[in-house]
């Protein structure tokens, strides 16, 4: 059984910053990708941001220099530090893990981008 739970999210005005962090429990190998997703109002869920056991990273054109993946491997955390934020970065933002056996997502935090 794996659990991931995630925090963080809020409401920010536009060009505010904002982390995002989720932590993984339970049966989890050492190879894996986590990362995050989103999805707004009337639209598909759409990769943002992920990294690999090893480090590598890729991110979404959309948020390319604005935000920043990272991972603590020893405590099975993700972290998405979002800067410049804009009202279309307003979304339900899921944390995910890919492993071999399958994936596991978070419950979702609301991030909210309003002045």
């Known amino acids: 059984q794996v659990r991931l739970v995630e925090s963080g999210g809020g409401l920010v005005q536009p060009g505010g910053s904002l982390r995002l962090s989720c932590a993984a429990s339970?049966?989890?190998?050492?190879?894996?990708?986590m990362g995050w997703y989103r999805q707004a109002p009337g639209k598909e869920r759409e990769l943002v941001a992920a990294?690999?056991?090893?480090?590598?990273?890729n991110y979404s054109d959309s948020v390319k220099g604005r935000f920043t993946i990272s991972r603590d491997n020893a405590k099975n955390k993700v972290y998405l530090q979002k800067n410049s934020l804009k009202p279309e970065d307003t979304a339900v933002y899921y944390c995910i893990l890919k492993m071999n056996i399958g994936s596991h997502w978070g419950q979702g935090t609301q991030v909210t981008v309003s002045s």
């Open positions: 990294i690999t056991s090893g480090g590598r990273k």
């Open positions: 339970g049966n989890i190998f050492g190879c894996n990708t």
